[in-house]
């Protein structure tokens, strides 16, 4: 006799304590979304911002780890063209966790080690956290999170 134990649901990996969420818990994501982060930094790393722009919905909100707020990805992508500074990264670590397994949208997590270089030479080296939330293959938000490298 075989008996399967499968579900849909996966289980329930921590907790949600804000009233809005009561009832919620945090479960683990799907590949689907972590790839789509991962071919977006793809892109994202030769600044292909025609490659990048489908990733966004048309009314994305990004908040950059310095306090910036764009509600366009176009708007978002001008600020990176204006950036003189060079950057390299390696993308640490990234998972998706899922509030709501029923109702579609995952958050994504990305951790990222920075090196950027301004336009003098001169070098910081820091760790950036991004929180995508993506629904339907778009991110409809981004936030940005920047502790500093104390090596």
């Known amino acids: 006799t075989l008996i399967s134990c499968s579900s849909n649901t996966s289980p329930s990996v921590g907790f949600v304590s804000a009233e809005e ?3 919620f818990e945090w479960h683990i994501g799907t590949d689907e979304f972590v790839d789509l982060v991962t071919d977006l930094d793809d892109a994202w790393r030769v600044y292909d911002f025609e490659m990048m722009s489908p990733f966004f919905s048309d009314t994305v909100s990004i908040i950059t780890y310095d ?9 978002f992508a001008q600020n990176m063209e204006q950036d003189p500074n060079e950057y390299r990264w390696e993308m640490m670590s990234v998972y998706s966790v899922d509030l709501n397994p029923e ?6 997590h990305a951790n990222f080690a920075i090196e950027s270089t301004d336009p003098s030479g001169v070098i910081d080296s820091y760790f950036l ?3 995508y939330y993506i629904i339907d293959g778009k991110i409809v938000w981004l936030y940005q999170y920047k502790r500093e490298n104390v090596d």
């Open 21 to 23: 969420f009561e009832g």
């Open 67 to 75: 306090g910036k707020e764009f509600d366009s990805f176009d708007a």
């Open 103 to 108: 109702a579609g949208g995952e958050h994504v």
């Open 129 to 131: 956290h991004e929180h």
